[in-house]
């Protein structure tokens, strides 16, 4: 059995191999809670709570760890704060539970660790004191800036020399900075906004740059070198580009992660998600109109390196998706209940490669192929139900979900549709009785079709889908 994951840090899809296959290690770049989450954050959420559980599923659960970690200092937070008059206390608790309560309701397991920002400052402040002993960092005008100079490989990640970075980057170009791409480790707060003793002799108080809040944080939970480090492509550079130089300065390494991993962009309707365009679309209201798991689906229907168009119409094909294959299936608990009479489910393969097997076996070779979710799907609708179930739960779409329209279902509407089902199935209109079950299908309804032994018709009973 064979993972491949496509690496940023080499450009090439290759064979993962864990540092320690009993310690797993992941570190995703999680949220600045400042404001509720919109569909695209959601994207590596989903994205790598998928790899998680196929990590757990590979190694053993208890020999993985992903760390997700909570930015809650940050300028827009300040700014945010300022504006509704309330603590910024306040309001990163709040928007932090709400992020987490989005996530559940997305299918997603928790993270095993989700560290705080604010709870790093030590941490933080003796990262960057070893950057300035070392020679990588310096002090200059109660900031501290690590200095890219020092490190002759930096821009080795998103592969771009010093002068393409400064030709392409808008840097803050300070006269305190020795060169316009040194970074912000440290700086000095303003009066009101949050601060702390600042490190390196600074009298000043002051809070930490964004890039060294994750390497500070990845150090402490995951170690000086670990497995796996993701987040979306518009992080490579700077943020995942300086987290590399700072870890790799201050510890002393080769690399920090081995396998950098990065999500493609989301937009919406064919269009980049913009205030201006008043397209955001936050995960709390996208869930009121449709239930998780087909959020969930819909995300994974394509894959994760791929730029990805969120749209009502794919919504609408994943629902239906989704219902058939719950309509037609049974219960998680039964399966897992079940002593042996559902059999063997999805086979784990040992070999490499897929083609050539059935669905259930190709359906782990395709998530092994670099979480090739498309096609483990593609897989899904192959499957006989009861190892269709397995293969949902792996990827996190078994679980029962609530669905905020459940509540508007007439029972005389849907007894009037499967008469008028039944009436055009007995006239052989097949194209008309199709039509009549996806739209009770689409309203969360599943059809069970029976022969009545006595009569020899065919009967029809119905429930709400799970
Ligand atoms: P932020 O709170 O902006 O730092 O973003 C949190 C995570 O969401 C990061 O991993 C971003 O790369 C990712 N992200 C933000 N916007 C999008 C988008 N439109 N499509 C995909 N990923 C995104
Ligand atoms: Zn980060």
Redesign the pocket.
């Known amino acids: 059995m064979v993972l491949k994951l496509y690496n940023t840090r080499t450009r090439k899809k290759e064979e993962f191999q864990p540092l320690d296959p009993k310690n797993v290690r992941m570190y ?5 809670v400042y404001d509720n ?2 569909i ?2 959601a ?2 959420v989903i994205v790598f709570d998928v790899l998680y559980r196929l990590l757990r599923h590979v190694y053993g659960a208890e020999h993985v760890k992903y760390v997700r970690n909570i ?1 809650d200092v940050d300028d827009k937070i300040n700014a945010r704060a300022a504006e509704q008059g309330v603590s910024i206390r306040d309001l990163t608790d709040r928007t932090l539970k709400q992020f987490q309560a989005d996530a559940a309701a997305l299918g997603c397991l928790p993270p095993d660790v989700e560290p705080r920002a604010t709870d790093h400052i030590e941490e933080m402040k003796t990262m960057i004191e070893t950057l300035v002993a070392k020679g990588c960092a310096y002090v200059a005008e109660d900031h501290v800036l690590f200095h890219v100079a020092a490190m002759p490989d930096y821009g080795q990640l998103a592969r771009r020399s010093l002068d393409e970075m400064q030709a392409g980057a808008r840097v803050e170009v300070a006269p305190y900075k020795r060169d316009p791409m040194d970074f912000v480790l440290w700086k000095p707060s303003k009066e009101g906004e949050p601060g702390w003793a600042s490190p390196c002799g600074i009298g000043a108080p002051g809070r930490p740059g964004w890039h060294i809040e994750c390497s500070a944080m990845a150090e402490k939970h995951l170690g000086k070198t670990f497995d796996i480090h993701g ?5 490579v550079f700077p943020h995942h580009e300086n987290e590399v130089a700072q870890s790799r300065c201050a510890h002393d390494t080769e690399i920090m992660a081995n396998v950098w991993m990065h ?5 919406v309707e064919g269009q980049k ?1 913009s205030k201006s365009l008043g397209n955001f679309v936050t995960i709390g209201n996208l869930l009121r109109d449709w239930p998780g798991q087909v959020v969930r689906l819909n995300m994974l229907r394509t894959h994760y390196h791929q730029p990805m168009d969120w749209t009502v119409n794919a919504l609408k094909e994943s629902e239906l998706i989704l219902r058939r294959w719950r309509s037609e299936g049974v219960s998680y608990e039964d399966w897992l209940n079940a002593e042996d009479g559902f059999g063997d489910p999805i086979g784990m393969p040992d070999g490499d490669g897929y083609g050539g097997g059935t669905a259930d076996q190709d359906f782990f070779p395709a998530l092994l192929d670099d979480l090739n979710t498309p096609l483990a799907i593609a897989m899904i609708h192959q499957m006989e139900s009861e190892n269709r179930l397995h293969a949902l739960h792996v990827l996190g779409l078994a679980e029962e979900f609530s669905d905020p329209r459940r509540k508007k279902v007439d029972a005389a509407t849907v007894e009037q549709s499967i008469a008028l089902r039944l009436a055009a199935r007995k006239a052989k209109n097949w194209a008309e009785a199709d039509r009549i079950r996806d739209k009770l299908v689409a309203m969360g309804i599943a059809l069970m079709d029976a022969k009545n032994p006595q009569t020899g018709e065919i009967e029809t009973t119905w429930e709400i889908a799970r």
Request: charged content about 10%; some cysteine.
């Open positions: 995703v770049c999680g949220p600045t989450a919109h695209g954050n994207r590596p930015t987040g979306g492509i518009d992080l999500n493609g962009f989301l937009q998600m």
